[in-house]
């Protein structure tokens, strides 16, 4: 275990959302309970424009969160130094509240694939995440928060479960943990599983963030409810009440809404964020 951070997490135990251009001048004149903002790492590396320009005057009203894509953290190969770099650059730039990853690949080889894929839960992947999450996190001088991912099927080959792998994980590094309650949810539908025995395995001292965001909803080809992670939908009312009992059990956490497709206009949103104040409001610290 390293002892190398000069930040650590740091939000408002309050609410999110995730940050889209067209919501700006509504976010600046009339952001309702929204006290954060989170942004995807990759959408903000080039140098100047309005981008950064929006993101500059956003970052002295909000807390900002900068959630990452593409470290690729659970693949194979050497992680992606130049990537590193541009990260880098971007994190001393903004100074955000929080970083984040994915517990995923989506590398192979020069290859980047555009998807967020699972890894099988064995001691070989563990060691070779917590090696890379040790690098990120020497590399930017800070914790990392490490979010559990949407699974549509199990690896037979697995000899820890997910929430194991995670509390492995954040004994080694000394990570904290993202928690997307609605990911809880899809992987627990999907793989026929109880997402309330989920949370109550998980490791939520070590949760920095909770996340909510939408699905849509398929089935399989022998005809079982199939979902799969969009954010591009309301929160769905079982979402909601598994976040009651994730708090319940967490005590407060910041809770940021996710919706990065099919992109609503800020009423709709602003009124899922009021929906997230309400679950929170009433959770006492334990």
């Given at each position: 275990?390293?002892?190398?951070?000069?930040?650590?997490?740091?939000?408002?135990?309050?609410?999110?959302?995730?940050?889209?251009?067209?919501?700006?001048?509504?976010?600046?004149?009339?952001?309702?309970?929204?006290?954060?903002?989170?942004?995807?790492?990759?959408?903000?590396?080039?140098?100047?424009?309005?981008?950064?320009?929006?993101?500059?005057?956003?970052?002295?009203?909000?807390?900002?969160?900068?959630?990452?894509?593409?470290?690729?953290?659970?693949?194979?190969?050497?992680?992606?130094?130049?990537?590193?770099?541009?990260?880098?650059?971007?994190?001393?730039?903004?100074?955000?509240?929080?970083?984040?990853?994915?517990?995923?690949?989506?590398?192979?080889?020069?290859?980047?694939?555009?998807?967020?894929?699972?890894?099988?839960?064995?001691?070989?992947?563990?060691?070779?995440?917590?090696?890379?999450?040790?690098?990120?996190?020497?590399?930017?001088?800070?914790?990392?928060?490490?979010?559990?991912?949407?699974?549509?099927?199990?690896?037979?080959?697995?000899?820890?479960?997910?929430?194991?792998?995670?509390?492995?994980?954040?004994?080694?590094?000394?990570?904290?943990?993202?928690?997307?309650?609605?990911?809880?949810?899809?992987?627990?539908?999907?793989?026929?599983?109880?997402?309330?025995?989920?949370?109550?395995?998980?490791?939520?001292?070590?949760?920095?963030?909770?996340?909510?965001?939408?699905?849509?909803?398929?089935?399989?080809?022998?005809?079982?409810?199939?979902?799969?992670?969009?954010?591009?939908?309301?929160?769905?009312?079982?979402?909601?009440?598994?976040?009651?009992?994730?708090?319940?059990?967490?005590?407060?956490r910041p809770v940021l809404v996710e919706?990065?497709?099919?992109?609503?206009?800020?009423?709709?949103?602003?009124?899922?964020?009021?929906?997230?104040?309400?679950?929170?409001?009433?959770?006492?610290?334990?």
């Amino acid at each position: 275990m390293l002892d190398y951070f000069t930040h650590k997490t740091y939000l408002p135990t309050g609410i999110g959302v995730g940050y889209k251009p067209q919501h700006f001048n509504d976010l600046m004149h009339a952001p309702g309970a929204v006290e954060w903002i989170e942004i995807h790492a990759e959408n903000y590396m080039g140098d100047g424009g309005r981008p950064l320009a929006q993101l500059r005057a956003l970052s002295e009203k909000f807390a900002l969160s900068i959630h990452g894509v593409g470290l690729s953290i659970g693949g194979e190969g050497a992680l992606d130094r130049d990537h590193l770099k541009r990260l880098r650059k971007l994190i001393d730039t903004f100074n955000p509240a929080s970083f984040s990853e994915h517990l995923a690949w989506s590398t192979h080889g020069a290859e980047f694939l555009n998807d967020l894929l699972p890894l099988p839960y064995t001691n070989a992947s563990l060691a070779r995440v917590a090696a890379h999450i040790d690098e990120v996190q020497q590399s930017l001088g800070r914790q990392i928060l490490l979010e559990n991912p949407s699974s549509y099927l199990a690896f037979a080959e697995s000899t820890f479960s997910e929430t194991d792998f995670l509390s492995e994980l954040t004994h080694r590094t000394t990570c904290g943990l993202l928690l997307d309650v609605n990911n809880v949810f899809v992987s627990s539908t999907n793989l026929d599983l109880s997402a309330q025995a989920y949370i109550d395995a998980f490791p939520l001292d070590a949760v920095g963030e909770i996340h909510v965001g939408g699905h849509d909803a398929d089935v399989d080809d022998h005809g079982a409810p199939l979902l799969i992670d969009s954010h591009g939908a309301p929160v769905i009312d079982p979402v909601w009440a598994l976040l009651d009992y994730t708090l319940a059990r967490s005590g407060p956490r910041p809770v940021l809404v996710e919706w990065d497709t099919d992109v609503p206009d800020w009423p709709v949103l602003r009124a899922e964020a009021d929906r997230a104040a309400a679950a929170l409001a009433p959770v006492k610290p334990l």
